[in-house]
DNA sequence: TATCATTGTTAGCCATGGCTAAACTATTTG
DNA sequence: CAAATAGTTTAGCCATGGCTAACAATGATA
């Protein structure tokens, strides 16, 4: 509980009465949250999937052990989610080798590494310092419509390294 | 599992080889892992503790029901969520009679609905269309620091209603 | 007032994602 | 080669957040 708390940072449209603010209609709402909803059930396979990626590209290889330290989870947590992965066609793994990715596997590494890379360059390049903009990067990825991807990627080539 | 998937919006910086980013140190790795750990477990409450404070607000009561609507799971969940919001001294419940937040409750419904607003209305002012903002917005909002929002709402502030 | 629809609760089920402890396998090193 | 160390898996525990089905209370209305 370090840093994402509370904060009174509100101003202008934050503070004034809110009335511009209605609820939404039911359906809508409702919709609103069951999204999030689905992107909680995919957010930890994609994060496995990505790093395994990154582990296999930086590295050479993605041990679980590695996987252990680099998530801050126990070993036994990595092994099970290893099964899991393995059940959903997307790593391959002998006992004590190296993970691979199957080819599902690596589309969603790419995919989720580039919609990572999009959000944290966005975040850059709004002004947020990096070590912030990691953290916040790694939990908003999973909450960006395709819509605010594209549009995050117009403001970074726009607001590019001067 | 309509909108937020797989994504070909790559372009400029996420495209080129991608060198750019190394992994982390995996101390500073792990932190951010955990710091999304940390926010799915508070995220919920929130999202229930900010939809009754609306609620009461706009509707004047906030009851099981409406919450099981709005929200899209089914009552027996949500009578098993205020059950432990019970607990954890946010709301005060009798029932069959409408939620009311604690003094504690409404301080988290303020901080919530405040951040809320300042995610959504950030996403509007960089150009997303309201119903892409209002989805976004209810799962970004768990993931951003204050650092970041304290950004957002600067620029909101600089590109406000011209 | 008696009935019925709405609202709320409870019990019991399941999947997920953590954990520790114990067992087992591989690798390194004395 | 034997022993120690490191890596992996399995078993069993727990909390969370869903669900359905059955039941209970409230409040409208016939
Ligand atoms: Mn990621
Ligand atoms: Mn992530
Ligand atoms: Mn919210
Ligand atoms: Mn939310």
Redesign the pocket.
């Known amino acids: 509980m370090s840093d994402h708390d509370q904060s009174p940072h509100l101003s202008a449209s934050s503070r004034n009465g809110n009335s511009g603010d209605a609820l939404p209609p039911v359906g809508e709402h409702a919709r609103q949250?069951e999204t999030?909803?689905n992107a909680?059930?995919?957010?930890?396979?994609e994060d496995y999937v990505e790093l395994i990626g990154d582990l296999l590209q930086h590295r050479g290889e993605a041990?679980?052990?590695?996987?252990?330290t680099r998530?801050?989870?126990?070993?036994?947590?990595?092994?099970?989610?290893?099964?899991?992965l393995n059940e959903l066609g997307l790593v391959t793994?002998?006992?004590?080798?190296?993970?691979f990715l199957t080819e599902e596997g690596q589309k969603m590494a790419e995919t989720s590494r580039a919609r990572h890379d999009i959000v944290l360059h966005f975040l850059r390049a709004l002004g947020v310092d990096d070590h912030t903009a990691r953290i916040d990067a790694e939990g908003m990825e999973h909450h960006v419509s395709n819509d605010t991807l594209a549009i995050m990627q117009r403001f970074i080539d726009e607001h590019a390294k001067p």
Chains 1, 2 share one sequence.
Request: charge should be positive; glycine fraction near 2%; proline fraction near 3%.
């Open positions: 949250y999030v909803r909680h059930e995919t957010e930890l396979i041990r679980a052990a590695d996987i252990a998530m801050g989870v126990s070993q036994a947590t990595v092994s099970k989610m290893i099964r899991r793994s002998k006992p004590y080798r190296s993970l």
